[in-house]
Each structure stands twice: as C-alpha cells, then as structure tokens.
DNA sequence: TAATATACCTGGCGGC
DNA sequence: TGCCGCCAGGTATATT
C-alpha cells in the first residue's frame, strides 16, 4: 500500500508527464468522492509537490502564473496512475498532452480539488508534521514529543511526529530501532535510534522504488507497471513466524491499534 | 484534549 | 468446483 516512498516514486515518474500540461477534464462518476474536480479544467499543472503521502498538484490559469488551486490526491491503499484503462479506472485525468487513469480497486483513494493551502477538508494534511528527508525533521522536537507520547507505532501512524510513516516502514523502522510497538514515552537515546531509523528506512526504500506486495488486492505498483524493490529488504513486516534477521527469534505478529504488526519479542522487548 | 473504536471498500484466499 | 466469510489498512468520524 502507498506510503512515502510509493507516493514519492509516483510523482518522480508522473511529473514529466503532467507537468505544463492543460487539464481538459477530469472524469468519473463520483461527486462525493472527488469533489470540486471541474475546477481543474482549463488549469496548467505548474508541477507535482508531494506532502507525506499526499500528491499536489498546483494549478494556475495560464503558464508561469500563480497557481490559484491545487488538486490532491491520495492514493489510499490500493490506488495509482496507469497510463492505461483498467477494469478499476476511477478516474481520468484529460490533459492537452495526453491522459492519466486513476487506478484504485479499493476506492480508498481520494482527489478533490480546493484553494491553494485551503486543507480544511483534509485535517490530516492540514496537521501533517516534518518531511522525514527533510532538514526540518529535526531529533530535539521529535525526541520531546516522543517523551510524552502513548504507544509508539500508533503515534507514528498519526502522520503527526512525521510525515509519511504507514504500517509498513513503521514496523521496519521500530525493528531497527529496537523499540517495542506498543512503548509509550521514549527514552532520548531510543528517540534517537528511532530518528535514525526513520530516515534510514524511507530513503532506502526511495532509493529502491518503494514496496510492492504480493497477495491481496493491497499489490502497489508505478503508473508504468514497474514493482517496487523495497519489499525484499523487509526486516518484519509481513515476515510473522520467520526469522529475525538480527537475531533468530521468530517474528511476531500482534494487532496493535486495528493494525497488524510485527516485532522481534528478542530484540524489541516490552 | 487525547486515546480508542469503527466505517469505508473490495479482491484474494482459506476452509468447507 | 463453488460458496462463504475473514483479512488487509489510511483516513475520517464517532465515541469514550
């Protein structure tokens, strides 16, 4: 399922494909789902920005002008570009250039179209903490919210401390840190590993295309049909009952917040 | 205010 | 072989 990295790679390879391009239409049969989208039509996509694991795209009504409007999309869990139709074409972006389909089998994605910063209808976004490649995801703030916050996993998941983090690279970068899923109030020492983990993970698995799951209908792949690469250096996600890779000891699967996780009982003790 | 629970959604898969 | 029900999980919303 996208997090970070998939959404990252996602806007490397559409951007040349958008970017400059009119927005003749965007169709689909959705109003509720995808709000606003005519607003789209007749705008210049001046590039593609990405915010956690949110794609925008600012709009502006004539080339070089200041965009007026963004569109946001998120990919949800099962969604993505293809160039092609598929049976699960939500959504199609008509540019002058060309067409984009918005794949998403599950529905989850979303696409709205709103003012510039305008995120009052996507209060996660609105409150989306530091980029984890970024400067500004500094250790003292991190560390300082982590002294108080509940369980770790959860905490990450709320895109709050940082942005991105989903199930996947939040179970691989506690594996790395050493840390319990379910600890609450952080050591500074364990703060710091986990900082490091962090930044480890996402940039590994940006390096390598993101992660691409078999099994399910949760299979991420690029608009191009290319699979990611980051799965195959999975630690414990999705590795329940196998071996640590540190240390022998089978992984172990729990459900922590409705979500499935997996930890290391050897390595990351509670 | 924060933490926790639930709904949304649908294809794959295991069990019978 | 076919049917049934569980499972996956990011976000918004409801509840505690």
Request: proline share 7%; hydrophobic share 35%.
């Given at each position: 399922?996208?997090e970070?990295?998939?959404?990252e790679?996602?806007?490397?390879?559409?951007?040349?494909l958008?970017?400059?391009r009119?927005?003749?239409?965007?169709?689909h049969?959705?109003?509720?789902?995808?709000?606003d989208?005519?607003?789209?039509?007749?705008?210049i996509i001046s590039?593609?920005?990405r915010?956690g694991?949110y794609?925008i795209?600012p709009?502006a009504?004539?080339?070089?002008g200041?965009?007026?409007y963004?569109?946001?999309v998120?990919?949800?869990m099962?969604?993505?570009?293809r160039?092609e139709?598929?049976q699960?074409t939500r959504?199609?972006?008509?540019l002058?250039?060309?067409?984009?389909h918005f794949?998403?089998?599950?529905?989850?994605?979303k696409?709205r179209?709103?003012?510039?910063?305008?995120y009052?209808?996507?209060?996660t976004?609105a409150a989306?903490?530091?980029?984890?490649?970024?400067?500004?995801?500094?250790?003292e703030?991190?560390?300082?919210a982590?002294?108080?916050?509940?369980?770790?996993?959860?905490w990450?998941?709320s895109q709050?401390?940082?942005a991105g983090?989903?199930n996947?690279?939040?179970?691989?970068a506690?594996?790395?840190?050493?840390i319990h899923?379910?600890q609450?109030?952080l050591s500074?020492?364990?703060a710091a590993q986990?900082?490091?983990?962090?930044?480890?993970v996402m940039?590994?698995a940006v390096?390598l295309?993101g992660s691409?799951?078999?099994?399910?209908t949760?299979n991420?792949?690029?608009?191009?049909?290319?699979?990611?690469?980051?799965?195959l250096q999975h630690?414990?996600?999705?590795r329940?009952g196998?071996?640590c890779?540190r240390c022998?000891?089978?992984i172990?699967?729990t459900v922590?917040?409705?979500?499935?996780?997996?930890?290391c009982?050897?390595c990351q003790?509670s």
């Amino acid at each position: 399922m996208p997090e970070l990295p998939e959404v990252e790679t996602t806007r490397r390879k559409i951007a040349p494909l958008v970017t400059g391009r009119t927005v003749l239409e965007i169709e689909h049969f959705s109003p509720d789902k995808y709000p606003d989208t005519e607003l789209a039509h007749g705008r210049i996509i001046s590039e593609v920005q990405r915010r956690g694991k949110y794609l925008i795209l600012p709009l502006a009504d004539q080339a070089g002008g200041p965009a007026d409007y963004e569109l946001i999309v998120h990919l949800g869990m099962t969604g993505g570009f293809r160039l092609e139709e598929t049976q699960h074409t939500r959504l199609t972006l008509r540019l002058n250039d060309g067409a984009l389909h918005f794949h998403d089998p599950r529905r989850f994605g979303k696409v709205r179209v709103v003012r510039v910063g305008d995120y009052a209808a996507l209060p996660t976004l609105a409150a989306m903490g530091p980029e984890p490649l970024e400067d500004d995801f500094a250790l003292e703030p991190f560390a300082e919210a982590a002294a108080k916050a509940g369980a770790v996993k959860p905490w990450l998941l709320s895109q709050k401390p940082v942005a991105g983090v989903g199930n996947i690279y939040a179970d691989e970068a506690l594996w790395r840190a050493q840390i319990h899923p379910a600890q609450t109030r952080l050591s500074a020492e364990q703060a710091a590993q986990l900082h490091t983990a962090i930044r480890e993970v996402m940039e590994e698995a940006v390096n390598l295309g993101g992660s691409s799951l078999g099994g399910g209908t949760g299979n991420y792949r690029q608009h191009d049909g290319d699979w990611g690469g980051f799965q195959l250096q999975h630690a414990a996600y999705g590795r329940g009952g196998q071996p640590c890779p540190r240390c022998g000891t089978p992984i172990e699967k729990t459900v922590l917040g409705q979500r499935g996780t997996h930890h290391c009982p050897q390595c990351q003790p509670s």
